[in-house]
């Protein structure tokens, strides 16, 4: 009897199993799958700093959520609607996020005496009634696996670590997704260990064909694809975009890139993507700490090429010194925070927003930097073409300021059209720009271009326009050493001037208030977009009407701020720091703006938001 | 221009930096800056020096960078009518290295003191060493912190007594050849300011190393340090304190080349009584020996202290690909195999393999 298909608007589940269960690599597949279907979607791996925790404890369980719908959605969910749990302790560390009712499959094999015991359950609560509110699956994922490979000539234990695949062919036959992309995949990686790849692909058959048979599950689901504008798309992480971004900058601007970076969680895979580019010319060079990171890439730059540092908040306070030189020298470079929790080496594999006032201040002296944040991982890659182009214009350092949430976090993309970056020009200097006294014509490497207070740039190997820069105060315009206190003061001023400059070049804050009566704003930074978005949506659907604002640009600000700022009665902003923004926007602009912030190293969660905006919005 | 050099079986050690058409003069390497140091100090011979040198290089003067760190010596680029960068305290060989990986068409040079590559910048240092980029660093050792007025250095004697140690100092201090030794460096020699025909040997012999060369030159501070290489100088005492290297070369000094330097049986290297122990049994100096371990052995001779029996010259001189070469190659071969990276392949690259077209 062919079993009912019902339709569903949208779905979040969390694949949690041990580190050692495969489940982020579980989770990217059926997202894959997902992102081919059309559904929209948006993703939160969650895993453990230790690659190996001890097996079958708390603090090794790694999970992987996915929401997607047939709607625009902007969030990976609060909680899921289906719990796949691979042992005891993946059940115990998310079971308080499921809510009633949902779906919950378990791998009753792992569920022996002894791995209950290490989690603290003194009964097994598949047996104890403990799971009565949920629709619960109790199936033996790892000896189905097993018994499907029993033809396999693989080890009991390459059989057993196969009941991913296994796990992974169930859900795509509940959910109607597709197994052509999972078996290519497996292809490819199993492409020199025949056995293997056998064993892996027979195991995610057997997962499908057992969610097709067994009357566990009478029901299957289908979610149409999310309307969306029309256009070519993909699957993509923000780490990704951000290493495309970069690429992508290099062939506008015209410049080799070149990466200098020590690895760091979570930004270590912007390296390993660039390194793999060699085609494109670009260089990446895994230094000896971060400094030497930051270094090379500011020699790189000295040398007329785009150099890049990519690092999170230990590496950015390791490389302040040098961006602090970068600012003097007046050269392009761009920093890629990809921000974690802190302080210290804090949580490596969280996510956090509390490096905003490092980048912004955290070097000696006056050293204003211009400092921009994506908003969504797809928006990674707009952020790093964004951040070339103004540390090119106005030759300076430039920061931006990811997180490990958008980092690991993907949605889907539509492909962008390379004829619409934005035009980044290095200029280059070729000629003497200035006539001494004496009639002598010379290079001035700080003479500036009026509109922009860019100063002139002149590469090595430019015959004729030799000259030294250095870090100590130089002489407006001929560059020469200068300890003239009027002249300091001209250039403490100047380079601040010359960061200003760049509001003219950037968009006005732009506020979304569909009804235009909104007396509250919610404002945010970074990649609370998401969440803030959906909570704001919430509260509209609930009847209240709330103003919406983000800012990109965190340094500097958009021109229109203080208006914007100063037409509501009440501006909320949520961080994933303590009151950061808000802070700066108090002191900057005399505004009240009530801060609510959170540092559990996950992304805020829409109901919990939507309720502090409520209340914001209903008392007096 | 020089032919472009492959990685392996260089010929041309400038191979890739543009050469002039009119020969190049010292005068063509002065600027109009004021050179700032103390009267008398060793920093002025080593500039006179470089600038002398540079124009049988025949390469042209846009493609030459000095890049230092800080310090009194870290001035030196802005005296150099070169390209130059004055960076920060220790990082010059990190900087060099951005560029010097970026730019294969100059030729990049670092200066530094024995504080900035030392202690601050020891890693960056080692490194620099170990990678062998492209290279040229001249490491102005003056055995003392010159600029911030005269704290104990990490190559200063072990009891120096200096504002920051009124007691004497307690650590033991570098010996910089030993450590670039010990850090693979592919040249290490060593020179002093006030030999200027020894001086500019050396840095003759560092340019045409391809290769990161790292080259110490014993620098006098008249100021906080005077006389610190006075026992290696003064005509009274240098032809028994100095053991000058020359390369296929038995190892003799001494007034009438009464000393020389012989292997003793457990393997150590001592100076002995040339003609009491016979001339034939000396070492032969040889820079381009594989293993480094003579060349270690000679530079532990020098007393740590005072340091008599100190050998100059070049220690080691061995071809070793350069790690800016080798990236290089790396990336002419990934533009043979793959095609280059051109704007259709960067769309092909950025939509990746998973894509799927919504309609109108
Ligand atoms: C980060 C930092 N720390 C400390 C200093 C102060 N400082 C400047 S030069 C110097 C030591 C220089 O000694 P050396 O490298 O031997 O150079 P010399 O002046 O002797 O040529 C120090 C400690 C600095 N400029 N920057
Ligand atoms: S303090 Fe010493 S090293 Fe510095 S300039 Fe004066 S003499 Fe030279
Ligand atoms: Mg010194």
């Known amino acids: 009897m062919a079993k009912q298909v019902v339709q569903l608007d949208r779905v979040i589940i969390r694949f949690a199993g041990d580190s050692g269960d495969g489940m982020q690599l579980t989770g990217d597949r059926f997202t894959s799958e997902t992102a081919l279907m059309g559904n929209d979607l948006a993703t939160l791996p969650d895993f453990p700093a230790e690659i190996r925790a001890p097996a079958g404890t708390l603090p090794g369980v790694s999970a992987f959520q996915l929401h997607f719908a047939d709607h625009d959605i902007m969030t990976p969910g609060d909680s899921p609607n289906v719990l796949v749990a691979m042992n005891p302790a993946a059940l115990k560390a998310n079971l308080p996020e499921l809510p009633r009712g949902s779906d919950l499959i378990v791998n009753t094999d792992e569920f022996t005496k002894r791995n209950l015991a290490r989690v603290g359950y003194d009964e097994n609560p598949l047996e104890t009634g403990a799971l009565d509110a949920y629709r619960v699956h109790a199936i033996p994922l790892t000896s189905m696996t097993v018994e499907a490979l029993k033809n396999v000539d693989v080890t009991r234990k390459d059989a057993e670590r196969a009941k991913n695949m296994f796990a992974l062919g169930l859900l795509c036959w509940?959910?109607?997704?597709?197994?052509?992309?999972?078996?290519?995949?497996?292809?490819?990686?199993?492409?020199?260990?025949?056995?293997?790849?056998?064993?892996?692909?027979?195991?995610?058959?057997?997962?499908?064909?057992?969610?097709?048979?067994?009357?566990?599950?009478?029901?299957?689901?289908?979610?149409?694809?999310?309307?969306?504008?029309?256009?070519?798309?993909?699957?993509?992480?923000?780490?990704?975009?951000?290493?495309?971004?970069?690429?992508?900058?290099?062939?506008?601007?015209?410049?080799?890139?070149?990466?200098?970076?020590?690895?760091?969680?979570?930004?270590?895979?912007?390296?390993?993507?660039?390194?793999?580019?060699?085609?494109?010319?670009?260089?990446?060079?895994?230094?000896?700490?971060?400094?030497?990171?930051?270094?090379?890439?500011?020699?790189?730059?000295?040398?007329?090429?785009?150099g890049v540092t990519t690092t999170s908040g230990p590496g950015l306070a390791l490389k302040a010194e040098t961006v602090g030189l970068a600012v003097s020298l007046e050269l392009p470079l761009v920093i890629c925070d990809i921000q974690r929790g802190g302080p210290s080496t804090g949580l490596p594999t969280k996510t956090e927003q509390s490096d905003l006032l490092q980048a912004l201040y955290g070097r000696n002296g006056e050293a204003p930097v211009p400092v921009l944040a994506p908003r969504s991982p797809s928006d990674c890659f707009n952020a790093a073409v964004e951040a070339v182009r103004i540390a090119i214009t106005y030759r300076t350092p430039v920061i931006v300021l990811s997180d490990g949430y958008l980092a690991?976090?993907?949605?889907?993309?539509?492909?962008?059209?390379?004829?619409?970056?934005?035009?980044?020009?290095?200029?280059?200097?070729?000629?003497?720009?200035?006539?001494?006294?004496?009639?002598?014509?010379?290079?001035?490497?700080?003479?500036?271009?009026?509109?922009?207070?860019?100063?002139?740039?002149?590469?090595?190997?430019?015959?004729?326009?030799?000259?030294?820069?250095?870090?100590?105060?130089?002489?407006?315009?001929?560059?020469?050493?200068?300890?003239?206190?009027?002249?300091?003061?001209?250039?403490?001023?100047?380079?601040?001037?010359?960061?200003?400059?760049?509001?003219?070049?950037?968009?006005?804050?732009?506020?979304?208030?569909?009804?235009?009566?909104?007396?509250?704003?919610?404002?945010?930074?970074?990649?609370?977009?998401?969440?803030?978005?959906?909570?704001?949506r919430r509260c509209r659907d609930a009847g209240l009407h709330v103003a919406q604002a983000h800012f990109r640009h965190l340094n500097p600000l958009p021109v229109n701020t203080e208006q914007v700022l100063k037409g509501y009665r009440k501006v909320l902003l949520p961080e994933m720091n303590l009151g950061q923004l808000a802070l700066l926007l108090r002191g900057r602009f005399l505004v009240d703006v009530v801060s609510y912030t959170q540092v559990r190293g996950l992304p805020f969660k829409v109901a919990e938001l939507a309720s502090v905006i409520h209340e914001a919005a209903t008392d007096e | 221009m020089n032919s472009p050099a492959p990685g392996f079986g260089l010929i041309d050690p400038l191979a890739g930096i543009p050469t002039v058409d009119e020969p190049l003069t010292a005068k063509d390497f002065k600027t109009d800056q004021e050179v700032r140091w103390c009267p008398g100090c060793g920093d002025y011979a080593v500039l006179a020096a470089v600038q002398s040198f540079l124009p049988e290089l025949n390469i042209r003067r846009e493609n030459i960078v000095f890049v230092s760190g800080i310090g009194c010596s870290s001035r030196f680029p802005y005296y150099m009518n070169t390209y130059g960068m004055h960076s920060i305290h220790g990082r010059a060989p990190a900087i060099a290295t951005g560029l010097a990986i970026s730019r294969p068409d100059l030729s990049v040079w670092v200066v530094t003191g024995d504080g900035d590559a030392l202690s601050i910048g020891g890693n960056h240092l080692i490194h620099a060493l170990r990678r062998n980029v492209n290279l040229k660093v001249l490491l102005f050792n003056n055995r003392i912190y010159g600029l911030t007025k005269g704290q104990y250095s990490p190559t200063s004697e072990q009891g120096k007594v200096t504002k920051s140690t009124p007691l004497g100092s307690l650590d033991v201090p570098f010996n910089p050849v030993s450590l670039a030794l010990g850090a693979e460096a592919s040249f290490v020699a060593r020179t002093i300011d006030s030999d200027r025909k020894h001086l500019t040997g050396v840095l003759r012999a560092a340019a045409h190393h391809r290769g990161t060369a790292l080259v110490e030159i014993y620098q006098n501070c008249n100021i906080f340090n005077d006389g610190a290489f006075e026992l290696l100088k003064s005509p009274d005492t240098k032809d028994d304190a100095v053991i000058r290297l020359e390369d296929g070369e038995p190892i003799r000094f001494g007034t009438e080349g009464q000393h020389g330097v012989a292997r003793m049986p457990d393997g150590t290297l001592r100076v002995v009584d040339a003609a009491e122990y016979g001339t034939k049994r000396l070492i032969v100096h040889d820079a381009q020996a594989p293993n480094p371990e003579v060349a270690f052995a000679l530079s532990r001779l020098a007393d740590p202290s005072t340091l008599r029996t100190t050998a100059i010259g070049v220690y080691r001189d061995v071809r070793?690909?350069?790690?800016?070469?080798?990236?290089?190659?790396?990336?002419?071969?990934?533009?043979?195999?793959?095609?280059?990276?051109?704007?259709?392949?960067l769309e092909d690259l950025i939509a990746g393999k998973d894509t799927w077209t919504v309609e109108a």
């Open chain 2, 320 to 345: 070793r690909a350069t790690y800016d070469d080798l990236l290089h190659e790396q990336i002419a071969s990934a533009v043979d195999d793959q095609g280059i990276g051109d704007r259709p392949v």
């Open chain 1, 174 to 306: 509940l959910y109607h997704r597709p197994t052509e992309g999972t078996i290519a995949f497996l292809k490819k990686k199993f492409a020199s260990k025949p056995e293997l790849l056998r064993a892996n692909t027979i195991a995610f058959e057997a997962g499908w064909s057992f969610g097709e048979t067994t009357e566990d599950f009478s029901v299957s689901y289908e979610i149409k694809p999310a309307p969306v504008r029309p256009g070519r798309y993909r699957n993509i992480s923000g780490n990704l975009a951000m290493a495309y971004g970069l690429l992508a900058a290099s062939w506008r601007s015209s410049l080799p890139l070149f990466l200098g970076s020590y690895p760091i969680t979570p930004a270590s895979d912007i390296l390993h993507e660039l390194s793999k580019h060699k085609r494109f010319g670009v260089r990446t060079f895994q230094a000896e700490d971060e400094i030497a990171g930051v270094g090379a890439a500011l020699g790189a730059a000295f040398g007329g090429h785009l």
């Open chain 1, 408 to 536: 690991n976090g993907s949605e889907p993309w539509r492909l962008p059209d390379l004829d619409e970056l934005p035009p980044i020009d290095p200029a280059f200097s070729t000629a003497v720009n200035h006539v001494a006294a004496d009639g002598t014509e010379e290079f001035w490497p700080y003479l500036r271009d009026p509109q922009t207070l860019a100063r002139a740039w002149a590469a090595p190997g430019t015959a004729g326009l030799e000259h030294r820069i250095g870090g100590l105060e130089k002489q407006d315009g001929s560059g020469d050493i200068s300890y003239d206190p009027a002249n300091h003061d001209l250039m403490v001023r100047t380079r601040q001037a010359k960061v200003d400059r760049i509001t003219a070049s950037i968009p006005p804050l732009e506020v979304d208030d569909p009804d235009g009566d909104a007396d509250i704003l919610v404002l945010g930074w970074g990649s609370t977009y998401g969440p803030i978005g959906a909570a704001v």
